[in-house]
């Protein structure tokens, strides 16, 4: 049970650094379609 507990410490630092660091979940994908286009195909 300890080494989960250290494992999820070592997360939440590993986290705050990234946090830290800018967004820690980039999520730069822009879609080029719409569903309605592409059945309207």
């Not at 705050?16 to 994908?29: H, M, T, V």
């Amino acid at each position: 049970m300890d080494e989960s507990n250290d494992q999820i410490q070592q997360r939440r630092q590993k986290l705050a650094r990234l946090r830290e660091s800018g967004n820690p979940y980039p999520n730069d994908f822009k879609p080029d379609s719409r569903a309605a286009d592409l059945l309207s195909r």
